[in-house]
């Protein structure tokens, strides 16, 4: 029985709870992080927390706790649950006014809801999907324009993963006006000779926290990172492709809409890039 954190309390997960008036539950007015556990360490809460408090100010949102309590509550997670390798998840919405109503809350009456919980996952040795790599499928974006805030407005995303699925795929890819953007839950990339490709920050895509490491790593092993758009035609003509995420980490990705990238097999690049990711997070994880 996970010990979840529920608005100043930590409870049995069974009697964690929240109001029906919640704006996450009504309006998906929230937003969330993970940050991924490795030998019972937190891999880089400062850049995930940085994120959330950008996040909450882009929606005009209060902030449940400062940066310190944030850390302090991460690891009281990870302690009660005895978490070795899994993910902390944080969520934190407009609150509960008590009714149903458009317009924002005071936030002087009505405060955030802040709940975090953890998961166990493997060791990202024992990792399926990174030793045969992922097939993905492209679909429209029809996301909102703000994909840079990280809210919880998942739904479109868990659609993608089902059209995945039903087309016998791993995950997909969105695509607008040509472009790839991102995928469902993680950044998307490309090699095409040696050079490593992924698109620029915008209000297009999540600022991966995952990808600015790969792209710091990247660049102290001398391996060259653009940052631009790419096509879906371009990835399909790719050497290798990957993607990055928290919970992925890096992960290979070896067709697309059913074309097979280089081998067929998980590439070089992306390989080399997981194992100097994990090794690296782990130096540094605290
Ligand atoms: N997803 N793009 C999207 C749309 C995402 O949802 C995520 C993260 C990323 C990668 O960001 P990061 O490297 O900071 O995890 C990119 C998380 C893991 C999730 O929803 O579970």
Same mark, same amino acid.
Request: no cysteine.
């Given at each position: 029985m996970r010990s979840v954190y529920v608005n100043g309390e930590w409870v049995d997960e069974d009697k964690a709870t929240v109001s029906v008036f919640d704006r996450g539950f009504l309006m998906a007015d929230g937003v969330y992080e993970v940050t991924t556990v490795i030998d019972g !360490?937190?891999?880089?809460?400062? @850049?995930? /927390?940085?994120?959330?408090?950008?996040?909450?100010?882009?929606? &005009?949102?209060?902030?449940?706790?400062d940066a310190p309590t944030l850390e302090a509550l991460h690891r009281e997670a990870v302690a009660r =649950?005895? *978490?070795?390798?899994?993910?902390?998840?944080?969520?934190?919405?407009?609150? =509960?006014?008590?009714?149903?109503?458009?317009a924002f809350p005071?936030?002087?009456?009505?405060?955030?809801?802040? %709940?975090?919980?953890?998961?166990?996952?493997?060791?990202?040795?024992? =990792?399926? &999907?990174?030793?045969?790599? $992922?097939?993905? *499928?492209?679909?429209?974006? *029809?996301?909102?324009?703000?994909?840079? *805030?990280?809210?919880v407005q998942l739904l479109y995303p868990a659609m993608g993963k089902m059209m995945a699925k039903a087309a016998n795929a791993d995950d997909a890819w969105f695509v607008e006006d040509g472009l790839v953007t991102e995928g469902t839950s993680n950044n998307a990339w490309i090699v095409k000779g040696g050079r490593i490709v992924t698109r620029?920050?915008?209000?297009?895509?999540?600022?991966?926290?995952?990808? /600015?490491? %790969?792209?710091?790593?990247?660049?102290?092993?001398?391996?060259?990172?653009?940052e631009r758009s790419f096509t879906v035609e371009e990835a399909k003509a790719a050497d290798e492709a990957f993607i990055t995420s928290?919970?992925?980490?890096?992960?290979? %990705?070896?067709?697309? &809409?059913? %074309?097979? $990238?280089?081998?067929? !097999?998980? @590439?070089?690049?992306a390989s080399r890039l997981r194992e100097i990711y994990i090794d690296e997070s782990r130096k540094a994880a605290r």
């Open positions: !360490k937190l891999i880089d809460l400062p @850049g995930h /927390a940085a994120r959330l408090f950008r996040s909450l100010a882009e929606l &005009d949102m209060a902030a449940p706790v =649950n005895g *978490i070795v390798f899994g993910r902390v998840y944080l969520q934190v919405t407009r609150g =509960n006014p008590g009714d149903r109503d458009f005071d936030p002087a009456t009505t405060k955030p809801t802040f %709940v975090l919980f953890t998961q166990v996952t493997g060791s990202p040795e024992d =990792n399926a &999907d990174a030793k045969r790599g $992922l097939s993905v *499928i492209t679909v429209p974006d *029809i996301r909102w324009g703000r994909r840079d *805030i990280k809210t620029a920050l915008s209000h297009d895509i999540l600022h991966g926290i995952t990808r /600015a490491a %790969v792209m710091r790593y990247a660049a102290e092993a001398q391996m060259e990172v653009e928290a919970s992925a980490f890096v992960t290979p %990705v070896i067709s697309i &809409d059913g %074309v097979a $990238l280089g081998t067929g !097999k998980p @590439g070089p690049v």
